[in-house]
Nanobody, 118 residues
Framework: QVQLVESGGGLVQPGGSLRLACAAS??????????WGWYRQAPGKQRELVAG???????NYADSVKGRFTISRDNVKNTVYLEMNSLKPEDMAVYYC??????????WGQGTQVTVSS
């Protein structure tokens, strides 16, 4: 059984920053060999890929977050991070992590809420 626990969300004003973390635990083999991604789902919208990082550190970003968000990984801690700067109201969503580029449906966690509001 794999557990992905997202943390770091919260309420921030437009233009502010947050750092999300996703810690993987349980029967997870080969964390280092897998790509990982951050996904988000806003109310009434489909879940979408925000950023992905391959097993060798290559990154990919949604156009809407390029230049503002940075994904990184710590293979010792089995943790993936998402640094979010210059946050906009349209970034408000529940953020999840999962494998990348293809998700594993059983891996979805509870997510972490990001609220951008003045």
């Amino acid at each position: 059984q794999v557990q992905l626990v997202e943390s770091g969300g919260g309420l921030v004003q437009p233009g502010g920053s947050l750092r999300l973390a996703c810690a993987a635990s349980g029967s997870i083999f080969g964390f280092n060999a897998m790509g990982w991604g951050w996904y988000r789902q806003a109310p009434g919208k489909q879940r979408e890929l925000v950023a992905g990082i391959t097993n060798v550190g290559g990154t990919n970003y949604a156009d809407s977050v390029k230049g503002r968000f940075t994904i990184s990984r710590d293979n010792v801690k089995n943790t993936v991070y998402l640094e979010m700067n210059s946050l906009k109201p349209e970034d408000m969503a529940v953020y999840y992590c999962n494998t990348y580029p293809r998700v594993i449906n059983n891996y979805w966690g509870q997510g972490t809420q990001v609220t951008v509001s003045s």
